[in-house]
């Protein structure tokens, strides 16, 4: 009997400290294990105030979880592909917004008190192309529609929907419509760099039938010297790869601005002779560019929390 109290309370206790483990960790961001594909999702949150800091953003059905910076920026991981509702929340906000999850997202959403929208209905997307059927074309499981307005690029050179590949990656900003078709204002394709063809082998010529020459005296057989014994070649050290940086895609107003730097939404921003300069007004360099201009940045936040930008994109001139 004693035995049988003492296998009891094991399992009682064992069970009330899987339900405490259970039940931590409520905000932390937990991926699917169910094999279910997932993407990360980003973007920033602002009210009629500005931008919405201290918000906390959830994913609806799961325990993912984050919180706005003072920039109203805000990260999540593991978000499963398909519809998916964040809940933003904090003062004066309880607000709900449900938007299709195809690959890695990028959000900019408007909230006041219990309503949450796109702005602009504006979404941006990456993911890989899986179907094109003109002038439409399925990317990580979301419809994407196309028109004669559609800019589509391959690196700098503009291309035609028939010329993206089923499987190759590409990035889509447009607009979410009715139904959950994304109307794409432009799309970005990965370069693709064609495999080189492999050069065939030269047929080898026939080789003469040599003519047998007399067989020579033989000379003295000389007595070998000893082979000196190598001295092993030390392996050169390798050298470190650096690790690379955390891609990062923010927006904001040019607070100041001294190229090749600048200073966006409270982040430093470093450009260089491959950052891509484009969108409004005049753009073929850092210094058309001015204080008060809305950009969007994409690039790499570097160990020292600068951002060095690949892409640099004004949205609004300032004063317009």
Do not use: Y
């Not at 509702?85 to 917004?97: E, K």
């Amino acid at each position: 009997m004693n035995r049988i109290a003492r296998a009891l309370t094991c399992l009682v206790t064992a069970a009330w400290i899987g339900a405490v483990a259970c039940g931590r960790g409520g905000g932390s961001p937990v991926a699917p294990t169910d094999g279910t594909p997932t993407a990360n999702v980003q973007g920033t949150v602002a009210s009629s105030a500005g931008a919405a800091a201290g918000l906390r953003v959830s994913v609806a059905g799961t325990r993912l979880s984050g919180t706005t910076d003072s920039a109203g920026h805000f990260a999540l991981r593991g978000v499963s592909r398909g519809d998916a509702t964040f809940r933003f929340q904090g003062q004066g906000v309880d607000a709900s917004l449900t938007v299709p999850v195809g690959g890695d997202t990028v959000l900019r959403i408007e909230v006041a008190g219990t309503q949450a929208a796109l702005r602009g209905g504006e979404i941006e997307f990456t993911g890989n192309v899986e179907a094109i059927h003109p002038p439409r074309l399925t990317v990580s499981g979301l419809q994407v529609a196309t028109d004669a307005a559609t800019e589509i690029e391959r690196g700098d050179t503009k291309i035609t929907l028939r010329q993206l590949q089923v499987g190759e990656s590409v990035k889509v900003e447009g607009t979410l419509e009715a139904g959950g078709v994304v109307h794409a204002r432009e799309i970005e394709a990965s370069a693709i760099t064609p495999s080189p063809s492999p050069t065939p082998s030269p047929t080898p010529s026939p080789s003469p039938t040599p003519t047998p020459s007399p067989t020579p005296t033989p000379s003295p057989t000389p007595t070998p010297s000893p082979t000196p014994t190598p001295s092993p070649t030390p392996s050169p050290t390798p050298t470190p790869s650096p690790s690379p940086g955390v891609r990062v895609e923010f927006e904001g107003t040019i607070e100041s601005l001294t190229p090749p730097t600048l200073r966006v939404a409270g982040r430093t921003v470093v450009t260089d002779s491959n950052t891509h300069l484009h969108g409004q007004g005049q753009t073929h360099s850092l210094s058309d560019f001015q204080v008060g201009d809305e950009v969007e940045i994409e690039g790499v936040q570097r160990p020292d929390g600068t951002v060095l930008a690949e892409d640099i994109k004004r949205t609004e001139e300032a004063g317009h």
